[in-house]
């Protein structure tokens, strides 16, 4: 039981180092395709998109609840992996290269949240201290591809790109061979259109999720 949230933790933010991959080796990439400047922005809001359109699809269809979140969270770290190592492919051409970044970011969608699903799932008592462990992973998982970048210095930027899909294929196995499903899951969860209305009628929950929203704007739009 001891093991169980640095392991989470340690594959959150090994997996979550695909966020911001292709940020990190930007220069690089726009030099390729002889792009502009404003191209990081569309590297980077094809990540987010991918990312919404994966929670959103990830919660109506209840995958976490259905399947094994361990295991969801493996095949989503192995598929985000493959996404991101499609920034290397030759031949690739703007197009391509946002639809690998958007599909990273989709299948993000079930490290991140189901990540903090497990979590919930192994600890009732001392969750938020869980849940802050695994928002720090985040915050460092993402940081790092800039720092291998700066790290590897001369070498090619495809091995920031090859490195941080290693990483995310390395935690992702870690999760499921080393963290079963917890005694705390409950399966079996249907889709309530209007859940999210009773959420909100709790005054706790609403300063909460404002609270995280407006997080959300300033870390990701300013």
């Not at 590297?43 to 995958?63: K, N, Y």
């Not at 969608?109 to 802050?132: C, E, F, T």
């Not at 995310?168 to 005694?183: I, K, N, Q, T």
Request: glycine share 12%; with cysteine; aromatic share 14%.
């Amino acid at each position: 039981m001891r093991r169980i949230l640095p392991v989470i933790v340690l594959a959150q933010f090994f997996c979550t180092s695909l966020w911001f991959a292709g940020n990190a080796v930007a220069p690089d990439i726009a030099a390729r395709f002889q792009l502009g400047p404003g191209f990081v922005a569309s590297l980077t809001s094809a990540v987010q998109l991918g990312f919404i359109s994966g929670t959103l699809t990830f919660a109506l269809l209840a995958v976490a609840d259905r399947f094994s979140p361990s295991r969801v969270f493996c095949v989503s770290a192995l598929l985000a992996a493959l996404c991101n190592l499609g920034l290397t492919l030759s031949g690739l051409d703007t197009a391509g290269l946002l639809a690998c970044r958007f599909l990273t970011g989709f299948f993000l969608a079930g490290i991140y949240p189901v990540g903090m699903k497990i979590a919930s799932d192994y600890y009732q008592a001392g969750l938020g201290r869980s849940l802050g462990f695994l928002v720090g992973a985040l915050v460092l998982g993402t940081a790092f591809p800039h720092l291998l970048r700066g790290l590897v210095g001369p070498l090619p930027w495809q091995t920031v790109v090859q490195g941080t899909s290693a990483l995310a294929a390395l935690g992702g196995l870690a999760l499921v061979l080393l963290v079963p499903d917890g005694p705390y899951r409950r399966t079996g969860q249907h889709l309530r259109l209007t859940a999210f209305l009773a959420g909100f009628r709790q005054p706790q929950f609403r300063a909460a999720a404002f609270g995280y929203f407006g997080h959300m704007w300033e870390l990701y739009t300013f």
